[in-house]
């Protein structure tokens, strides 16, 4: 089935050392976003690629990057994490244009900063 | 800048019964697409319903449909003989149909709780 993979399920990393997340699809879309969701919370978008055009939220902290080699995957590089980056980072996907074309989620990194 | 509103933080109810999930949303648009989102505990979040602003027939989806109020602004989910699988936070979300990288506005959520 195609879908979108995120590795790890589970990251937990120390103050202040590099993470990176990943995410891959098999949807071919040309539309990948990254997100922050906290407990009980909406998903905050920190940024998408359409295709390989970078866009990036105004409000989203220098500490995040993100890298798109290809079509299919797409990182997450946290550069210095604090203990409030400790979150759900979830990716999705879509088609762009069109009615139909819905944002596909993975099922998330849960990050732990300690 | 377009936001929307989910004005129940939690909702109960009980099995085989019916709630009703409220959205409202605020835009100076009249073409724009709206969704309802469903995440389930630890799972993905999947879609569970969409409703083109265009079309005045509310959306259905087997058990879940939609009133839809395009003057007030107003989208609410409807779910029909609920299910302990209902559980789950919901999220209404907006579209723009200028919007040409999908991009969503989210609302706050609400949990749904299912008694058995």
């Known amino acids: 089935d195609a879908m979108v993979i995120q590795n790890p399920r589970y990251q937990v990393t120390q103050f202040g050392k590099p993470v990176t997340l990943s995410c891959s699809q098999t949807l071919n879309h040309n539309v990948m976003y990254w997100y922050q969701q906290k407990s009980s919370q909406a998903p905050k978008l920190l940024f998408h690629?359409?295709?390989?055009?970078?866009?990036n939220e105004a409000d989203t902290p220098d500490n995040f990057q993100s890298r798109r080699p290809n079509t299919s995957f797409c990182f997450l590089d946290i550069r210095s994490p604090g203990l409030g980056d400790a979150a759900m980072y979830l990716c999705?996907?879509?088609?762009?244009?069109?009615?139909?074309?819905?944002?596909?989620f993975g099922p998330g990194t849960r990050l732990t900063v300690t | 800048a377009q936001t929307v509103t989910q004005s129940q933080p939690e909702m109960s109810v009980q099995e085989a019964e019916t709630v009703t999930l409220s959205c409202t949303y605020d835009?100076?648009?009249?073409?724009?697409?709206l969704f309802w989102y469903k995440q389930p505990p630890s799972r993905q979040m999947i879609l569970v319903i969409r409703q083109e602003a265009y079309k005045q027939q509310n959306a259905t989806e087997n058990r879940f449909s939609v009133n839809f109020q395009k003057a007030a602004k107003s989208f609410s989910l409807k779910i029909s003989d609920s299910q302990l699988g209902d559980a789950a936070m919901y999220f209404c979300a907006y579209r723009s149909a200028r919007n040409a990288g999908n991009m969503l506005t989210f609302g706050g959520g609400t949990r749904l709780m299912v008694k058995p």
């Open positions: 690629y359409y295709d390989k055009d970078f866009n």
């Open positions: 999705a996907t879509s088609k762009a244009g069109g009615f139909s074309y819905e944002q596909y």
């Open positions: 835009t100076s648009e009249s073409d724009y697409y």
